[in-house]
């Protein structure tokens, strides 16, 4: 049984101490010709037992080669790990897909994505693609959010106002998450590239009333648990989703970019807060997954979003699903 809380050695106090188709989902071998950049459709649905699941495509981050985008580790290395996945080397490709659950009647967001001219200007097809999927705004009651970064949370406000986009949704997010960023006294604490973002986020998450901190382990629906998984964000959190005859986990940043992360899990990216903890939570996870044999999704991986991982010694080989 799935059970992060139990076999995780890091919790959510270490971490506060610290800091569109539908059809059959197809593996694809690893080795195969460069993936497209961009999907040739916005959604994409598929079941994992009783559970039905949108992915919607929100855009791709074409970021440019940056030596500091995985510490101690070379441009050339990086590229040498995007080549080898199938990936395009002329940038390091980031896409975003916000994932949409159907089950016991509900509508849940996994996240709310970036928000339209907000993050990336190749990532402002969320709301066109959602329109799409059939999903409604409106329709949404629950969004579980994984941690307060840009590209994760943005697509809670709107542009230049900063007025809710859901004001009437619940927002459910790991409590460590949601105290470490709107502490009076985070903002002087943060390196200046990070203000911005947690200006806005103090200015405004503390005034809505559908906020919903829990703690880590807490059932926030039927069959959905949050889990800690800690160092990319202080209360970074993934959802555990018991689907009957399978089960989902919504992995959001823990394995951000596999294609680099997969095969080198050891590397410490430039956006995780605390490297050690991220390396050490992502190791306890994939793991897991692996053992458990859960379905699982993450916000960064090739479209639609999921795959498979095996060990490979001490780290994984990662094959995206395609469609």
């Given at each position: 049984?799935f059970n992060m ?7 959510s106090a ?8 539908a ?20 959604f994409?649905k598929?079941k994992?037992g ?8 929100d ?9 500091a985008?995985?510490k101690d580790?070379s441009?050339?290395d ?11 080397t002329?940038?390091m490709?980031?896409?975003?897909t916000?994932?949409v659950?159907q089950?016991?009647?509900r509508i ?10 907000q993050w990336?200007?190749?990532a402002?097809?969320l709301p066109a ?6 999903i409604?705004y409106k329709?949404?009651d629950?969004?579980m ?8 949370v943005?697509g809670?406000?709107e542009k230049?106002?900063?007025a809710?986009?859901?004001p009437?949704?619940?927002?459910i ?12 006294s ?8 990070r203000?911005p973002?947690g ?7 503390p005034k ?8 880590d ?13 800690p160092g990319?964000t202080?209360?970074?959190s ?13 992995s ?10 997969a095969p ?7 956006y995780?807060?605390d ?12 793991d897991?997954v692996?053992?458990?044999n859960?379905r699982i999704?993450?916000?960064h991986?090739?479209f ?14 990662f094959?995206?699903t395609?469609?």
């Amino acid at each position: 049984m799935f059970n992060m809380t139990r076999r995780m050695v890091l919790g959510s106090a270490a971490a506060a101490a610290a800091f569109g188709i539908a059809g059959r989902l197809e593996f694809a071998p690893a080795a195969h010709a460069e993936t497209p950049v961009e999907p040739l459709v916005g959604f994409y649905k598929y079941k994992v037992g009783s559970l039905e699941v949108t992915a919607v495509y929100d855009g791709i981050w074409r970021k440019p080669h940056d030596p500091a985008f995985i510490k101690d580790v070379s441009v050339d290395d990086t590229k040498a790990a995007l080549a080898k996945a199938g990936l395009t080397t002329d940038f390091m490709p980031i896409p975003l897909t916000v994932v949409v659950l159907q089950m016991n009647g509900r509508i849940i967001m996994m996240d709310a994505g970036s928000g339209v001219g907000q993050w990336q200007a190749n990532a402002t097809h969320l709301p066109a693609n959602m329109k799409a999927a059939g999903i409604d705004y409106k329709a949404i009651d629950t969004i579980m959010i994984s941690h307060f970064h840009p590209d994760h949370v943005w697509g809670l406000m709107e542009k230049g106002t900063n007025a809710p986009v859901f004001p009437n949704a619940e927002l459910i997010v790991n409590a460590t998450e949601y105290n470490w960023w709107t502490d009076p006294s985070r903002l002087a604490k943060l390196p200046e590239g990070r203000k911005p973002a947690g200006k806005r986020i103090a200015e405004n998450f503390p005034k809505w009333k559908n906020w919903k901190p829990v703690e880590d382990g807490t059932e926030v629906a039927p069959g959905i648990r949050i889990m800690a998984a800690p160092g990319h964000t202080p209360g970074h959190s993934v959802y555990h989703v018991d689907a009957g005859s399978e089960q989902f986990l919504v992995s959001a940043d823990t394995m951000y970019v596999p294609a680099l992360l997969a095969p080198h899990p050891g590397w410490q990216g430039a956006y995780d807060q605390d490297g050690p903890m991220a390396i050490a939570t992502r190791h306890k996870i994939i793991d897991q997954v692996i053992a458990d044999n859960v379905r699982i999704c993450g916000s960064h991986f090739p479209f639609p979003g999921t795959g498979s991982f095996v060990k490979d010694g001490n780290a994984y080989a990662f094959t995206p699903t395609q469609i």
